[in-house]
């Protein structure tokens, strides 16, 4: 990294101080001054490329000093608000990393970045890249060469380009090319995805996105590259509705809360803290990682200081140019936050809804407003617990609510639908479901290969790993935390265990940093423990546990740099002391990163980690063989990594949830002339969501 | 086996032949019939003790053909209808196995079972045995040591014996002692879980439930037995609401389907056809599986023969007497449709809620009539699948509607909610919760055991495996099936992947019969696959594949009764080929068992399973390490089970569900007066539901 010094300069508009929440996005407002602060340090008319404009969050010794003020009501220490800024100077590869403090208009730190630091996409250049790909000369006469029917659509996709370390310094873009259905031009929704061609021409994008060069893919069984022919035009795989007969014997299912919804939002600022069945908590929103909860408490006590998806890795299977490279970071390369889809009533989330809308940067210094990025609502889990006593015949059950903060985010051809959910029992899920549409490649007809799914006539799926990091930053009753695993042995046989079917559990804590593993064989449970706070009853350590599925690590070698780039995608938990800055596992510029950043790297400075303020980053992950089943658009993958209490209460913490009842719940017996064959079709075609907006 | 040669003998009651589904459950009619026509075959007033009448299911072969005909409207094959009966002469240990024909009268074989066979354990026996433990005198001067306050009440838990060698030839009950809060004598819904007893009688049932010994528990850390002396009363911790100081923050979330449910139910006698969503499947009940699922189809096509709970067994780690023999097998034992709660609308299930109902038989040869066993109603899971095309901004997005069957039993303290799911995109999940009051023990204050985790003051919580096993009988596309792991691996370097990132997947078919286990560090995914059926679009054989969780094996050692007998115990997954008759994973009589008779010894036959009519047997499980959150009565911890196609469909098979659009879904704005501070209480104490039924 090599630095340029730049004199702090004024602000160009005053900023002023206000009394913002340390932990508040920036706003509107702030977005914009510190845009202009920056631009106020270059000359007039340097046009600059924003790509993030963010709050840079103050340091947690300075914000818990504030938390410890705030919950004690006590008066609030003044926190400076500063802006994380990165930019290009346009159509160059000048990139740059800036602090500006909003409450003096100064500029603390503006950085030129050194070679192979590169910024994450953004949806302005991705719309000029796909414009200069569809309008560049040689790519126009290598689509001649496909001879298809007049009228035929080409689309092109812009993919991150990945690193190979071949020719690959500059900042570039791999675009893959697809048509509509050459029938039915005219449908702007038509699955392209469906109709993949074999060109794919690079962009530079610091050579105002020029075609560098055109790939031209294999697509038989073996790397041969063949001459661009006659394109068979294979029939289409449409998924929006109108391709579609529909079922017409769903009958409608909604869900009632006649008196409103049981959680509260108090909104402060770009903040909004959330209060529901015991649990607090605040809600932010950035570009990068899109939702972020910070000081979650339940019942007053603390458990943990900020949440947050950190980043996800995609590498492919197919080892042959130009899809070796493919391994996409989508909140480094992207964003999570700035691909957050406008959610719609009733069609994303069902029940009684509560909407959080957020500000992001634009590429010019401006305000993205992102209206409904996060819905809020709650849900009925099944039964909470249940104990029916025999002798008596009382059955005692309660249900179990659950509160949900869901965000979807749409990364080119593919969705995730990305939640916390908070239990009465104390506990907390993130769930990720996987869908969207299958990233494709032609194959020849008649052929298989081990690496991908042929899911319709010409097109293959790649198989793909699909690996994501949780950030937990802890504080379990206080800052000064551990995480141990816990493993169930069998007990050798002697006189105590002559029958051979003793079993006994063993704790490990872990001292120092870096990266462990599950061992389901060994029942290795993680848990994150406060050794200062004991329970009241057994005298074990306050902790809650993590449960995560298990995932298959990283398939790509270790020389690769699909390894050494993706350095939370080797273990399923990675332990590190807290440092401020340190949020992103795969580090803090993924896109064409070259690796050594990120979460393995903290790992290695094997600092202390017991009973201290650490980190730990939770993966999972799916590796996804495609099935046909999955195309044209997949049903939801769905992953669930659970926190839940061990020893942190006294006894269940549901036991206080009222029993389940019928004057509160109004369920209905559904009697026989609801079984009779279906009506006709009750779904109103012409509902104003949902529909085509062209 | 010893066999005892009985003539077959006329019924008692004329056994009329009815056209009866074969495999619909028997009748009531059916069930006294079958119990009469044995009493018939002995002397008059011979006292029999039934233990189970129940279908015996006819021979696969002739069932296909039947359902053959069924589906194709032809006329249907004359198959006979047989009972399967177990039974003792009453207070004796002669254990009797027996077929009834019905369609004739007849008895087709009665069989004296030799030693080593014991029956489950019934309601009407449970409570004999309670009675005469706490009427025993010399049960009542260890009590007596205690020097309980006066008006104390004793609770007798009847515990399934166990085996281990020792003198264990009898049918035996080992009996757990606890008390109802001696404050608080009255209530009989007092959670005596939470205060144990040392003292620990053991009944003979042969001997009219003699108490023949009486164990006294160690409670320290080693096998000491201390002599019993005054009991120091501990606070009670009880489950029941009005001993809660409950929430009051939580407002009603109702489930509305006001054109009713989506699926059809059609009884025919004792067993019921439903239909949902291109599903189609028959439900049967018995008394030991529960809820069992035949003939399951999708748009026609076979998938399933049967589906259900094939058994479960939960191995205590505690090895010291007598609690080294705490391994119960919960269907084999005792039986998930006899303890079947009744399940009560607004308080088990939310929504539009259909129940079956099922007869089965009891002690004296008569019916015990079992109300709303199963409920059936359909839930919201959530989006489907969505696409955002964000060069558009539509966004076609479907949620997912779920069919749900659930069954919850009871067995003595503990809780199952059983569950077979259906979904829009042709899956099934088996989902378990696990729930109840764990099993307790005392244990000496200010000590720890490595084996346990004190719950209470007083009050130990031993670990424990819950082991369950799914029996899949799969018919996809047809009889001949074959099971296939799939497996992902990294691609060695070559100058096909010259950058190290390329994998594959590569597929093992199971040839022979036996044990097979996942391996997460190379994706092994199980598939249950017809190779004579291939996906019309990319050759592959049509295929459901299996996803279950991971969980660690059973922990006692090879050479302990405990791994001999729950034979399912060791494997994820067991592959066998089909035999009549085989349905239960422990063995046919599980109850102080001595192994041999279940799945692993059919495994060992190394039958062929490629390509022919096989059994896959799904295991999944809990290591359950308590933690005091789990206690008076455990959250539920929540197991799922998935079989999801591969290759089965030529594309989504939800791509037709209609969009999910406001005007069907109905979802509501949650305003700001929402927010506000919660009004009053709105729960009704006084509903009807789930009070006590003293």
Redesign the interface.
Known sequence: MSTEAIATSPAASTAKSVATHPLAPLSAQELTSAASIIKASWPAHTDLHFKVVTLEEPPKAEVLKYLDAEHQKTSLPSISRKAFVNYYIRNTNKFHEAIVDLSTGHVVSNVLLGPFFHANGD?EEIVAIEKAVLQDESVKAEIAKLQLPEGTVV?SDPWIYGS?GVNDEERLYQCFLYLRDPMNPGE??SNHYALPLPISPVVSTADNNKVIRIDIMPTGV??TIKPIGPYKVQPP?E???EY???????????????????????REGTSSILAW??WKFRVGFNQREGMVLYDVRYDGRPLFYRLSLSDMNI??????HPF??K?AFDLGDAGAGIMA?NL????????????LDAVLSDDKGGVTPMDNVVC?????A????????????????V???ELVLQS?I?V??Y?Y?LAFIF?????IDYEI?A???LSTQPIDEGI?V??G?????GVLAV?HQHIFSLRVDPMIDGLDNRVAY?E????P?S????????????ETVISESGGYDLD????R?FKIQNANVR?P????PVAYKIQA?????I???K?????KRAEFSDHNIYVVKHRDGELYAGGKYTNQSRGGTGVRSWADRKDNVQDTDLVVYIQAGI?H?P??????????EILKIHM???????????????????????????SE???????EA?????????????
Chains 1, 2 share one sequence.
């Open positions: 949806g689309i190979d702007a929704d073996d790397n795989n998924y929006v509705s579609q007969s529909l079922r017409t014997d769903l009958k409608p299912l909604r869900v009632v809360q006649p008196e409103g919804a049981s959680f509260q939002v108090t069945q015991k590498p492919y299977a197919d080892p042959r070796h490279k391994s889809n719609k009533l009733g069609c994303d989330c069902l029940g009684s809804i509560y909407y809020i609502h709650e849900q009925d099944g039964i909470g617990w249940k104990h029916t006593n025999y002798r008596t015949g009382r059955a005692a059950v249900r179990s609510r979807i749409t080119s051809n969705e639908i239990n009465q029992a104390g506990e479901r869908t969207g549409i298989e081990p690496f799914t042929v899911v319709h006539p198989h816990e169930a042995h069998a007990m046989r006189e105590f265990n002559p029958h051979g079917t003793g079993y006994f559990t063993k389901y064989d060994k029942n449970t329970n009853i057994n005298g074990k599925p298990p995932f298959q690590k398939l790509s070698d020389d690769s740099f699909n390894y590796n063989v099935r046909i089943e999955d195309f044209p658009v997949m049903p939801c839940k209490p061990v020893n942190f209460f006294d006894k269940n913490p549901a036991l206080d949830v009222a029993p389940s009842e019928q004057g509160f719940n109004k369920s209905v017996l559904v002339q609801h079984h009779q064959p279906t009506v009750t779904i109103d075609k012409d509902g104003a969501c949902c529909g085509p907006k062209l």
